[in-house]
């Protein structure tokens, strides 16, 4: 099976990086975008340099895995494991130690934010989930998580299999493989999922909101006046710095360097419009169609009173207080199921 195979196979089932997902949990994708990448109305995003690096690392990582413990790892590049009964399940590991009845996961993380005393089971959740899934379609009792850290530091977790867990996250599983199957998108949308759900606006159609999206668009008002406020005073501050330094590259207080104010050098620019007017047959053959995007503006100003504190005061916290959803950056691995 070659990569492109290995990659379409994924859509035919739920993988193990997959599992958080499932549940809402995953830090890069959400619940929706899920379904729609399963149900082929979104795309896989690409390969980036972290997920790059997380596989070029992974043999070095698994190699460092059996200085410590001794084992024995037999590996499976681009095979994909199905449980012995439920067909939507599928895994591909980073190893099987032949000793002992364990699933390896190589992992790479810029930082340890997340992640507890080696030798724990203090992982990230979503490595936690993708960990249940492993066990049950794998049949171990354990997987461990070697892990390579941002400063070059090694350390090696261990999750025993909790069966209580494996059970809950199977019927999530099984819910969401039966929304897939009946092409039923779920319920729950996240802020960056807008877009996929609803790629075409119909012209001339007008939704109709009621208190509360006029609290919130009352709050993302008075949040983008703020923001300007904020852009104007860091210019001002900024320029204060900038007139202390001078001519000097840097300014220090009390032994310490504050701020530095460095010459750059000037980037190359390529002159896009010149060449199009130059060369316009060439032009053409490298143009490419963007992908489908459409345009927010905020407007209505009458309506969108901003001495309204209450509306504000009640949906800005609210929001401010809801946790990121966007794909961190914290943690990288190698695309698997």
């Not at 070659?2 to 499932?22: C, F, H, P, Y």
């Not at 190589?106 to 930082?111: F, G």
């Not at 509360?212 to 993302?220: C, H």
């Not at 501050?237 to 460095?262: C, N, P």
Request: glycine share 6%; aromatic share 8%; hydrophobic share 40%.
């Amino acid at each position: 099976m070659n990569r492109t195979q290995w990659l379409e196979m994924r859509k035919r089932g739920i993988g193990g990086s997959d599992a958080a997902a499932v549940c809402n949990l995953s830090p890069w994708v959400s619940r929706y975008r899920l379904w729609a990448i399963k149900t082929g109305q979104a795309e896989d995003d690409p390969e980036n340099e972290a997920m790059r690096m997380g596989s070029l690392l992974e043999p070095v990582i698994r190699q460092r895995y059996v200085d410590e413990t001794g084992y024995t790892v037999k590996t499976y590049p681009l095979e994909i494991f199905q449980h012995d009964t439920i067909d939507f399940m599928l895994a591909s590991v980073d190893g099987l130690p032949v000793e002992v009845d364990v699933v390896l996961e190589c992992k790479t993380a810029r930082s340890k934010r997340g992640w507890g005393e080696p030798g724990t089971d203090e992982v990230p959740l979503h490595y936690r989930l993708q960990g249940a899934h492993y066990m049950a379609v794998m049949d171990r009792m354990q997987v461990d998580y070697a892990v390579l850290f941002g400063d070059f530091d090694f350390a090696i977790y261990h999750l025993e299999r909790d069966y209580d867990l494996e059970d809950s996250l199977i019927e999530e599983e099984r819910e969401f493989w039966q929304l897939v199957l009946d092409r039923t998108p779920p319920d729950e949308l996240e802020p960056g999922d807008a877009l996929i759900r609803w790629p075409d606006a119909v012209p001339a159609k007008t939704a109709s909101g009621g208190p509360e999206e006029r609290g919130v668009a009352t709050a993302l008002s008075v949040a983008k006046d703020f923001n300007k406020r904020l852009e104007v005073l860091i210019d001002k501050l900024s320029g204060r710095l900038k007139v202390a330094i001078g001519d000097s590259e840097a300014l220090e207080i009390d032994g310490e360097i504050v701020a530095t104010w460095k010459n750059a050098a000037t980037p190359a620019r390529f002159d896009t419009a010149a060449f199009r007017v130059a060369h316009p047959d060439i032009y053409a053959q490298f143009v490419r169609p963007a992908g489908k995007t459409r345009r927010f503006l905020l407007k209505g100003a009458k309506c969108l009173e901003t001495s309204n504190q209450t509306k504000t005061n009640i949906f800005l916290p609210r929001l401010l207080a809801e946790p990121d959803s966007s794909p961190s950056s914290e943690a990288t691995d190698s695309l698997q199921p």
